[in-house]
């Protein structure tokens, strides 16, 4: 029987509320695109620009170093090639020389959503953690339905009656096999 992970924990809220991981990211923070850093100033302004409007960018938290590649599409939605993330999660229209991000995913057993903003220019910005109560709600009636489907296939197990070598008639005897090498 192979039991699965859960992807979420059964208390999210209060995870949220009292972990300190959480309370430092939920706070507005600095934050810097990480992707491409032995490249030139010009190369990684396209390249972030590039990989934001493809769905996905490396964002650091420079106050903790917590770095995350996100991906800016609805939880709803698989990341389906070469389609373009919608506007809500990535916008260069709100304000000129910056570009909105939005992000869901699960963070230790916590569904949240980063949002933020990165400046084009700079290539650093403001952001934080939010936590996601919708998904969690989706998340934990999936875990429920999961756990029942589980439990319904485990068969009733009646106790058998298997004997260990050692309790048959040659309990006291050695295993005069050969021994392989």
């Not at 996905?56 to 996100?70: D, K, M, Y």
């Not at 998904?135 to 009656?161: D, F, G, H, L, T």
């Amino acid at each position: 029987m192979l039991l699965k992970m859960p992807r979420v924990v059964s208390d999210q809220r209060n995870l949220y509320d009292t972990n300190e991981l959480f309370r430092r990211l939920s706070r507005d923070s600095e934050v810097k695109y990480t992707g491409f850093r032995d490249r030139g100033t010009e190369e990684r302004r396209l390249r972030f620009q590039n990989s934001c409007q493809a769905g996905r960018a490396e964002i650091a938290f420079v106050n903790s170093g917590t770095n995350f590649t996100l991906h800016f599409f609805p939880w709803t939605v698989d990341n389906i090639q070469g389609a373009s993330p919608p506007k809500e999660y990535v916008n260069f229209e709100q304000e000129q020389g910056k570009v909105y991000l939005m992000a869901p995913f699960i963070l230790n057993g916590v569904c949240v959503c980063w949002k933020g903003w990165v400046n084009l220019h700079r290539l650093d910005g403001m952001g934080h953690l939010e936590f996601d109560e919708e998904r969690a709600r989706v998340e934990a009636a999936q875990q429920v339905s999961n756990s029942q489907q589980q439990a319904n296939k485990i068969p009733s197990q009646k106790p058998m009656n298997h004997k260990h070598p050692a309790s048959g008639s040659n309990a006291g005897q050695l295993d005069k096999r050969p021994r392989l090498h």
